[in-house]
Every structure is written in structure tokens, then in C-alpha cells.
């Protein structure tokens, strides 16, 4: 069961649903994220600003 997202500091790319609702907050494709994550880490704040937007 995923953690609520204001208490969730990581993606957890192994979870298809939290892939998915990560992707959809980013409004990008799964692949997009994957390669955001193999970027800089599965942390949200470095992959949102990866991706130029502000944490959530």
C-alpha cells in the first residue's frame, strides 16, 4: 500500500501505481521518469527539480 504523498520523500519506482501517479503529478511518461530517477535518485524534491518544478 503506498504512503500518503506529504509523507513520501522517495518514488518508489518498484510500485506501478506510484510510477504511474508520480508521472502523472510531472505530467510526463513513465519512461520519462524512470530516466529522471536513474538521473539524480528516486527522491521527489531532486527529481522535481530535475524536471523544473517546484516539490509538491
Known amino acids: 500500500m503506498p ?3 506529504r509523507d513520501q520523500t522517495h518514488i518508489d519506482m518498484f510500485d506501478h501505481s506510484d510510477r504511474q501517479r508520480w508521472a502523472q503529478h510531472f505530467g510526463i511518461t513513465e519512461e520519462r521518469l524512470q530516466k529522471a530517477v536513474r538521473m539524480v535518485s528516486s ?4 527529481v ?5 518544478h517546484s516539490a509538491p
Do not use: D, V
Open 43 to 46: 527522491r521527489i524534491t531532486s
Open 48 to 52: 522535481a527539480a530535475y524536471l523544473g
Open 3 to 5: 504512503t500518503e504523498t
